[in-house]
């Protein structure tokens, strides 16, 4: 290997060489050169380059030489105490209706934050509640929860808006006849037959006849209703011009006309 390596490179590239065939150890020998470069063969820390000081500009020193790669630093963030806080138990008060949903969901089995459920019928310093406890103020105040009270008291409802010139819903002479204009000079529709799919669900219009009202019991009631009608008030050009129906707070979005 050294036969090969001295006819490329020159004889002081090889201080370990003659060495190498003795009987000697390696670690003896300070560096030995090779094909790949300076390997180290000892602590680089006792070495004498690691000791080597150079002064700078306005006496400012800094250590040069070689410095060996792996290195036991600290890091200077040093990691804190993590404390656990414990949440506090807290309750939310119900209608007695909520009582409807019974063990089946209030004690359960799969719950990340379990509840805690009290029916108080009667209450000495006002009328029956239901509380409802939990460290989640999520879990206390499901939307489930809320829903079965509503679903159960005041129901649901959904508007319906009406933009455009000429555009008006009606009914003719009354409910359920209900028929709706979508333009000057357009046709009218006659959509009684949505009026009447769903007994509990009701249809009522303003005075301008902008604003159509579909109340039910259920949101999975209202909302098929309420979608039905409105894709029966929505004529095609109505991304361009505008007329047409849409859900309040949820205005389509325009396109741009084209320009022949």
Partial sequence: MFSNMRRLLPARAFPGAACFGKKRSLVDEPFWMCARGAAVLRNIQDSDRTKKKVTGRFGMEWVGGARPLEINALHNEVEQE?????????????????????????????QKHPLTYFNIRKCPWGDPIVAVGSTSPQAREHRLIDNYLKERTRGFAVQIILDGRGVKAYFDPAFPHFKVRLGVGTKEKDLTEYCLRDPDCTVSINKAGLIVVVHGPTKERVGVLAYRLMKKMQPRLMPYTGKGAHFAFHEPKRKAVRKK
């Fill in 82 to 110: 993590r404390k656990t806080v414990r949440a506090a138990l807290e309750f939310s008060k119900y209608n007695p209706i909520v009582s409807g949903l019974g063990g089946e969901y209030f004690l359960r089995d799969d």
